[in-house]
């Protein structure tokens, strides 16, 4: 079965501190592809990254970066220097061919950043 | 702004009731996702139109329905409202079909209070 845990619940940082949201995947698949969202207060869903199974390769965009490991079933997101516009929820989601592309969510990491 | 517009932004109502929600997706794009976010059940996928055809449904109860219009807008039609179904409702589109990689631009939601 499909399945993306993100083990944390909360996090509270502290304004320019680096924090790293883990993100675990389950597929029986070997084409799927991951995605990260952000949930800001307003509560739009804000796409920020899209990943395929067959691209190892990290991503870094401005602040933030992105770890994909596929030995370890993780594609855990980076951002460094945080700031307070970085408060959020942050979704990582699954979509693979047995459920052709629907989103499956992971319950999400809440991001307090503190000035 | 993603491009995808949901009407209402807010929804009260009395349980027993029937509400409609309005999602209109980015132009082009003739994929429509309906979401459901919810505290205890987190985001979960409810139905996908494909140009008008249904193309996928999740764990859409028989009390919701859904359609895609010839304009490519979508409603999503909840009765008999009961106050578990008190949520965020996400529309979102991509310009793909049943593709697992296809990128998915989310509305801002219509958050559905019962009471």
């Known amino acids: 079965a499909q399945k993306v845990t993100q083990a944390q619940t909360e996090i509270s940082v502290v304004e320019k501190e680096d924090v790293t949201l883990d993100c675990v995947y389950e597929?029986?698949?070997?084409?799927?592809?991951l995605f990260w969202y952000k949930q800001p207060p307003s509560g739009e869903l804000v796409f920020l990254i899209r990943?395929?199974?067959?691209?190892?390769q990290n991503e870094i965009s401005g602040r933030y970066s992105w770890n994909f490991q596929k030995s370890t079933s993780s594609f855990n997101f980076t951002i460094t220097a945080s700031q307070v516009v970085d408060s959020a929820v942050y979704f990582c989601?699954?979509?693979?061919?047995?459920?052709?592309?629907?989103?499956?969510f992971g319950t999400g990491t809440r991001l307090q950043v503190f000035p | 702004d993603s491009g995808v517009t949901q009407t209402p932004k807010h929804l009260i109502t009395a349980t027993g009731q029937r509400v409609t929600l309005r999602c209109s997706p980015r132009?082009?794009?003739?994929?429509v996702y309906w979401y459901q976010q919810s505290l205890d059940q987190g985001l979960q996928f409810l139905i996908q139109?494909?140009?008008?055809?249904?193309?996928a449904k999740g764990n859409i109860l028989e009390r919701f329905s859904a359609q895609q219009f010839p304009d490519l807008h979508s409603e999503l039609n909840l009765s008999s409202l009961e106050l578990g179904d008190s949520a965020l409702y996400f529309c979102?589109?991509?310009?793909?079909?049943?593709?697992?990689?296809?990128?998915?631009?989310f509305g801002a939601g219509t958050r559905l209070s019962v009471l």
């Open positions: 132009s082009g794009d003739l994929s």
């Open positions: 139109y494909y140009n008008g055809e249904e193309r």
């Open positions: 597929t029986r698949d070997t084409t799927y592809y």
């Open positions: 979102a589109s991509s310009d793909g079909g049943a593709n697992p990689g296809d990128i998915q631009y």
């Open positions: 989601a699954l979509s693979d061919r047995y459920n052709g592309d629907k989103l499956i």
């Open positions: 990943r395929n199974s067959f691209d190892e």
